[in-house]
């Protein structure tokens, strides 16, 4: 860990924000003095080039004629550090005004070393490290010339057949703000004076995590207060870390497509949150307003666009062919198209593009350096979830004998780095059998047969193969989940059971009776009830990554323990869905005394069953809560004090209680703090995740645990659409997951 440390600190004055940047029209400022100059001498066919933005194609010249004519402010999807080299000099030493160009590509979870896709760096709880990991892809990315990437996605999600849960930080508001916050200032380190920095693009705003029936594009149906207290704070974190520039969403809310939605481009971003970068569309979706029936064509697109907010477009083209002629007839203000190509040079400003915009082709490559890989794997190890340990299955001795390795997932390099991974390697994956031979095949008898060649894969023969190395092994691996492609954007889900015959697959060797340690590496949270039932230990990674192999397998043999939490629901079937733990107090709310399906009697009275909220044949508890996560040892949390029972809405709650290791292994257990106001002029959540900490403690050692929670924080969107912190009663607790710890009262007074 000593690495990490060093990393840290040595990054530690990248992340120092300058604030004086920030404010907008400062006319002190000599940044925007420059851009004021440049902009009294662009015509309306430059101002309207910077606010295109083009994907590239293989014909430089053509590119390059548009980019000498100032009609590109933006390329995406160009890696090649010759070309943009080449494009780069075109625009600043043959374009009349020398405007350099900004270089895009999607960097979600690493360039070229692959880290845990977003929702399993979620699972770590441990924003340090997710900070470094979006530096490291800074790094890697810059190193190319690309100095914008379209991360984070911070979505808010609570509904796991969206295949785009696999890019954000799961369902809760406050740990999305916390990732996403530490995401915005890993990629954008020192801006202008970080030649490694890269601006970042939080999306998508805003809503799309709520797509009905989790089926992508799908319309949403946020009311405000709604969309503010639950979808909006993880965006007003990311402006307020600093974020670049902002990204709208391809869906609709109530009726309204982002791309056209001026209250929150203008009102929410702008107004209220002193945002002073550049929006950009989605992929063409300008355009696809048309298609939304928001507009009737083209021209229409691009008039409601820019008059929302829209300051640059992806592809689609429609300001490249209509803003001229909507200037002219009136429909569009002159002031709009200064404002927009106002806020995109000073981006290009900050990230220095106007002093240094070309490439260092000659410099020595960064690509999956050490201390990257290193970075990859300990945020691999600390994203692993362990579900079920029955009886100490985990860790494993190193003096067992044979181990059988099933599974289609246990040697599939390209699928283990996961969605959106355009620049990555699987040549560089280390995948987990591969790791297992490497540091044990000296040691122990492993015997591979896959059965399955990949997840979907429905041919059962190979099934008898792995029945038979598994009765010739001590314990069974079995790695399953689904391939990269069965997640992310469009690739939406109506069963979240195991694909293909892997569920057969496990069954089949659970029934000779040795143990079966089931790994599973996917995008989403999977309906696992049956297969967490026939095993007696459950790893949950989601895709692990570049270094996944070697941090799975570390975890498997105790060489590292276990502290990743679940920061999404895994419910136990899809008809549970949307199932999350800040849902709203109800009327009626399960109790557990509630009868099953299988329990009533024939015949039974129709208010027999008890009049409450759950499903006759589910239940009311998902299979894991939000928060989960077990250890290879045991703590035991204790002395909980507040510093007061009442406090006034400019006070400061501080949580103090101890917190012991109880077991026998040094580990990490990340204690969380929640909250819920008991009465408010609307219905609150039954809880709400406000701290949370990992603290690593040795066997038997007990540290208090101090949280300070400013009062301010518990305001929400009230009754009247006001922002505030009502007085009344509050509960809390501060336990291992969201179903956990002692409760305990205060009061907030006036």
């Known amino acids: 860990m000593k690495w990490i440390k060093f990393l840290m600190a040595s990054y530690a004055s990248l992340f120092l924000f300058s604030s004086s940047l920030m404010a907008v029209g400062v006319k002190n400022d000599p940044v925007e003095k420059k851009i004021d100059k440049l902009i009294s001498r662009m015509t309306l066919e430059e101002k309207i080039g910077q ?10 010249e053509t590119m390059g004629e548009f980019v000498k004519k100032g009609s590109i402010g933006s390329i995406i999807n160009e890696i090649d550090p010759i070309k943009i080299n080449t494009l780069q000099r ?6 009349r005004l020398g405007i350099p160009l900004l270089i895009g590509r999607d960097v979600i979870h690493g360039f070229k070393t692959i880290f845990p896709i977003p929702l399993g760096q979620a699972a770590t709880f441990d924003p340090e490290l997710i900070k470094i990991g979006a530096h490291i892809a800074a790094v890697e990315a810059s190193s190319v010339g690309i100095k914008w990437t379209f991360a984070p996605m911070v979505d808010i999600a609570r509904d796991p057949r969206w295949g785009r849960i696999a ?3 799961g369902e809760d508001p406050y740990l999305a703000s916390v990732m996403a916050t530490a995401m915005v200032k890993g990629f954008q380190g020192n801006g202008s004076n970080d030649p490694t920095s890269i601006a970042a693009c939080p999306k998508h705003f805003v809503g799309y995590g709520a797509a009905e029936g989790g089926r992508d594009y799908n319309s949403t149906f946020l009311p405000e207060r709604l969309l503010r207290n639950v979808y909006l704070p993880p965006f007003e974190a990311s402006a307020k870390a600093g974020a670049y520039t902002f990204m709208t969403s391809f869906n609709d809310n109530d009726g309204v497509p982002s791309s056209g939605n001026e209250f929150i481009l203008k009102q929410v971003l702008r107004k209220e949150w002193g945002f002073d970068g550049f929006v950009v569309s989605d992929w063409a979706s300008i355009r696809e307003m048309i298609a939304h029936g928001f507009a009737a064509d083209e021209k229409e697109a691009a008039l409601k666009a820019v008059n929302a907010g829209v300051n640059m477009e992806m592809v689609s083209m429609t300001y490249f062919n209509h803003l001229k002629e909507l200037i002219k007839e009136g429909k569009v203000k002159q002031e709009t198209i200064d404002d927009a190509v106002r806020n995109i040079l000073r981006i290009k400003f900050r990230l220095g593009l106007f002093e240094n915009p070309y490439v260092d082709v000659n410099q020595a490559s960064v690509m999956y350096a050490d201390t990257h890989l290193a970075a ?36 599939a390099p390209y699928e283990q780095m996961g969605t959106w991974v355009f620049d990555g390697d699987k040549a560089f994956t280390k995948t987990p059998f591969n790791a297992l031979k490497e540091k044990y095949g000296n040691k122990i008898n492993i015997i591979f047969e896959p059965a399955l060649a990949y997840s979907r894969d429905k041919n059962t023969a190979g099934i008898a193969k792995a029945v038979k190395v598994a009765e010739q092994a001590d314990v069974v691996l079995a790695f399953v989940g689904e391939e990269s492609i069965l997640s992310g954007e469009a690739h939406c889900l109506a069963d979240l ?5 892997q569920s057969e697959l496990i069954e089949a060797v659970a029934k000779t009776g040795k143990p079966v340690i089931t790994v599973v590496m996917a995008g989403r ?11 007696s230990a459950v790893l949950y990674s989601f895709h692990p990554g570049t270094m996944g192999g070697p941090a799975i397998v570390d975890l498997l043999f105790g060489e590292e323990v276990p502290s990743g939490k679940t920061p999404v629901t895994f419910p136990k079937t899809v008809g549970q869905i949307p199932i999350y733990y800040a849902h709203n107090s109800s009327g009626r709310p399960a109790n557990g005394e509630e009868t099953l399906i ?5 015949e039974a009275g129709q208010t027999s069953l008890g009049n409450r909220s759950f499903y006759l044949d589910a239940g009311s508890e998902p299979l894991y809560p939000f928060g989960y996560g077990l250890s290879y040892t045991t703590f035991e949390y204790g002395n909980i004090k507040l510093s007061s029972s009442e406090l006034k809405k400019n006070d400061i709650l501080k949580v103090s209680f101890d917190l012991k290791n109880t077991g026998k292994y040094a580990a990490t257990e990340v204690a969380q703090l929640y909250i819920q106001d008991k009465v408010g002029s609307v219905t609150r959540p ?3 995740l406000k701290r949370f900490t990992r603290v690593t403690l040795q066997p038997g050692e007990k540290r208090t645990v101090n949280f300070e929670l400013p009062v301010e924080e518990l305001a929400f969107w009230n009754i009247d659409m006001k922002k505030v912190v009502e007085p009344g009663d509050f509960n809390l607790w501060v336990g291992g997951n969201s179903c956990d710890g002692k409760e305990i009262s205060f009061k907030v007074i006036e």
């Open 598 to 602: 299988d329990d009533i009697p024939i």
């Open 376 to 411: 990859a794997k300990r945020t691999a190890t600390e994203s692993v979830i362990l579900l079920k340990n029955d009886n100490q299955t985990l860790p494993l001795d190193e003096n067992i004998k044979t181990i059988a390795v099933v599974g289609p997932m246990a040697d």
């Open 686 to 688: 039954v809880k709400e």
């Open 90 to 95: 075109i625009a600043v030493e043959e374009s």
């Open 497 to 501: 059971n195991l694909q293909g015959s």
């Open 525 to 535: 949270p999977l309906t696992i009830t049956k297969e967490a039932a026939l095993s």
């Open 167 to 169: 890019e954000g930080f």
């Open 51 to 60: 606010m295109n933005q083009i994907s590239s194609f293989e014909s430089i």
